[in-house]
């Protein structure tokens, strides 16, 4: 069974438009929880993460991320979106069994002039 | 730099060659894994190691073997390449397993390996 959703696959938003993009997770506590992002041709870059406390977090590049424990959710958001966010973004959560963390299939982002 | 290097960027095998991915760190990390990136299936765990001398398997071991001899280094094998195995391989590496600290997994840059 899949444990991390991303409901998205592919998103396309205007230059300067805001950004939402949805991750949710099956976890019987509270997880960890992570977003990475990969450009074209390139390894994952970490965004942002969240273990415990302020249930929204901020990250580089001016994204930010709400963790949501009633709906099992860790959204990244960004208000304004630039040309270069273009990329396929990952969410990724854990530990489950054995300590793995899991990731989601990724949203690929496409940003419109 | 510090960080993760994998060699080779690009390959093109034939089915039932032999091949090996590598992979080194320079960050000191206990912990390093190898995963395949397939559309639509997101990244997921082929092995992983968390020091010099152990290993195990993750969710997609087939087809793979790993060793680590060393704390720097953690090449991928492929023993008989099929046409299954035509994927991105990416290697990461952390302080831990679970990256609680820091700045989580570092990644390398992928290999995109081509079975025909």
């Known amino acids: 069974a899949q444990s991390v959703t991303q409901p998205d696959i592919h998103i396309t938003v205007s230059e300067g438009a805001s950004l939402e993009l949805r991750c949710n997770y099956s976890y019987g506590a509270t997880p960890y929880l992570f977003w990475y992002v990969q450009s074209p041709g390139q390894g994952l870059q970490l965004l942002l993460k969240y273990f415990s406390g302020d249930t929204l977090v901020q990250g580089i590049k001016g994204f930010e991320a709400e963790f949501k424990r009633s709906q099992s959710s860790f959204n990244l958001r960004k208000p304004s979106v630039h040309w270069s966010d273009a990329a396929e973004y990952f969410c990724?959560?854990?530990?489950?069994?054995?300590?793995?963390?899991?990731f989601g299939a990724g949203t690929r982002l496409t940003v419109k002039p | 730099n510090a960080g993760v290097t994998q060699t080779p960027k690009f390959q093109v095998l034939k089915t039932g060659q032999s091949m090996t991915l590598q992979c080194a760190q320079d960050m000191n990390h206990e912990y390093m894994s190898w995963y395949r990136q397939d559309p639509g299936m997101g990244l997921r765990l082929i092995h992983y190691s968390v020091g010099a001398g152990i290993t195990d398997q993750g969710e997609v071991p087939n087809g793979y073997n790993v060793s680590r001899s060393t704390t720097e280094d953690f090449p991928l094998r492929l023993l008989s390449a099929a046409p299954s195995q035509t994927s991105v391989y990416f290697c990461?590496?952390?302080?831990?397993?679970?990256?609680?600290?820091?700045?989580?997994?570092?990644f390398g840059s992928g290999t995109r390996l081509t079975v025909v």
């Open positions: 990461a590496s952390s302080p831990r397993r679970v990256p609680t600290g820091g700045n989580g997994y570092t």
């Open positions: 990724a959560v854990g530990p489950y069994n054995n300590n793995d963390m899991r």
